[in-house]
């Protein structure tokens, strides 16, 4: 059961719809795996994406970057992804 949690992670990381899980998303879990290496390198100049707490202190900048489309650099997110980034914040950003 956890491994289909976690395959559907994968799955988001690398184009199909990504919908939360039943108990919420979390960082590790969910929005973590939406973010390419490519991204965190691009963007370490200003945190790392990969850092629960740095995404966490700058969440509310990040979901507006990811709603404008320019973030991450190379490609706009599709709905379901910001969708799943907001339900995160929402919740209060779990580890």
Do not use: Y
């Amino acid at each position: 059961m956890g491994s289909d949690k976690a395959a559907g992670s994968v799955a988001g990381a690398i184009g199909h719809a990504v919908k939360p899980p039943p108990s919420g998303p979390g960082f590790d879990r969910d929005i973590r795996p939406l973010f390419l290496a490519f991204d965190r390198d691009q963007m370490r100049f200003a945190f790392d994406l990969w850092n629960h707490t740095e995404v966490k202190d700058n969440a509310s900048v990040i979901l507006q970057r990811l709603e404008l489309g320019d973030m991450p650099c190379d490609r706009a997110w599709p709905a379901d992804r910001i969708a799943l980034f907001r339900a995160w914040l929402v919740a209060g950003c779990p580890p």
